[in-house]
Every structure is written in C-alpha cells, then in structure tokens.
C-alpha cells in the first residue's frame, strides 16, 4: 500500500510539473516530467489493479 502512495504521489508532482513547464514553455522539462508523469502513473494504476486497495492479501 505504501507503494501505490508513493507513486501516486510522485505522479500528481510529475503533473504538477508539467504544467509548470508548461506556462514557462520549457521543453525539457515537458518532456521528463510527462516522462514521469506516464510511467509512474501507468505504475500506480497496474499496482492497484493487481494488489487491490486496500492491499488484498
């Protein structure tokens, strides 16, 4: 469970990122922090899908 927090915590950060990458047109950090943003997302959403919320034992 600690998991899934971790990483949905690393996600919205991630988003938060991106639109502030956004609004100061920075390329660079649009790319790693969409990067971020995919990967650890797709990582939260698999995790509970496959371990449950409430971790399923």
Known sequence: ??????FG???ILSAIGVLR?????NVLGILFGGAAFLVFG????MTIIHSGYPTAH
């Not at 469970?1 to 971790?6: A, E, F, P, S, T």
């Not at 797709?42 to 959403?45: I, P």
């Open 1 to 6: 469970m600690l998991l899934v927090i971790i």
């Open 9 to 11: 915590l690393v996600s």
């Open 21 to 25: 990458s956004l609004k100061q047109i």
């Open 42 to 45: 797709w990582f939260t959403v």
